[in-house]
């Protein structure tokens, strides 16, 4: 059973989409996405990208730095919508609010797509993440996880699971190719008598595939968060959000 919510919880929505390359873009080619994107996303911005590697020995520790080529960044008029554009891969981002995957998120991923492969002529996909951040204000300090949340804090019975802070991580395959990451992490308080989290999770398809093949590589990296979500909240959490619809 899947939920809309009136309140959706969400922070922020990216999806990346990275190419199999013979060899990755020149700086020159990121770049010329720039004006194919102006009219949508008119603030743009040009960075080198860099990969840092940490070196440890008995004697030292040596932080190097390889750069990585350029990289497109480009916002929309208000700030809400991003679009990126590397030497290997695209990004989509869309900050609150969020509108939907159907109303609005998934169209906006096709179009970038769309653009990026007939300007470069990519033709084969090896990845893609879709990744959801959530922020969930409780009102209730301190709080009783029960209550809000249908998962188990994972602690013996011996320590109070009211109040308190926590972290957790997990991944898992879901399915040949499919794997989850997911983060639940308490925030610093805010509010005297709030408490909140963060809920951060990342569906990706790893593999092989023909571009048309990703329409259907996305619908199926999408389908596992809403279930993923809602199995996570109690009935009262629901209420909170304004649940108002079942689909």
Not at 70 to 80: G, N, P, Q, W
Not at 174 to 190: A, C, D, R, W
Request: hydrophobic content about 40%; some cysteine; overall charge negative.
């Amino acid at each position: 059973m899947k939920f809309k919510y009136k309140n959706p919880p969400i922070l922020e929505a990216v999806c990346e989409i990275h190419f199999e390359c013979a060899s990755p873009l020149s700086p020159e080619q990121v770049l010329s996405m720039g004006p194919i994107w102006k009219q949508a996303y008119p603030n743009q911005q040009i960075i080198e990208e860099k990969n840092f590697q940490l070196q440890i020995n008995l004697e030292s520790a040596d932080v190097k730095t390889q750069m990585m080529g350029k990289k497109l960044i480009a916002r929309s008029e208000d700030e809400t919508r991003i679009a990126q554009h590397s030497a290997t891969f695209m990004a989509i981002n869309q900050l609150k609010p969020y509108q939907g995957w159907s109303e609005s998120f998934r169209a906006d991923i096709s179009a970038r797509l769309t653009e990026s492969v007939n300007l470069f002529k990519f033709d084969r996909i090896r990845a893609v993440n879709l990744r959801y951040i959530d922020r969930l204000d409780f009102p209730q300090r301190p709080i009783v996880w029960a209550a809000w949340l249908a998962v188990g804090l994972p602690i013996p019975s011996s320590i109070p699971a009211t109040g308190g802070h926590f972290q957790s991580h997990y991944q898992q395959e879901l399915e040949p190719g499919i794997g989850v990451l997911t983060n639940l992490v308490t925030l610093p308080q805010e509010n005297a008598e709030q408490t909140s989290i963060l809920f951060d999770t990342i569906v990706s398809w790893q593999g092989s595939s023909s571009v048309s093949e990703c329409e259907a590589i996305l619908e199926k990296v999408h389908a596992p968060h809403p279930k993923l979500f809602d199995q996570m909240l109690t009935d009262k959490t629901k209420a909170l959000l304004g649940v108002f619809e079942v689909v």
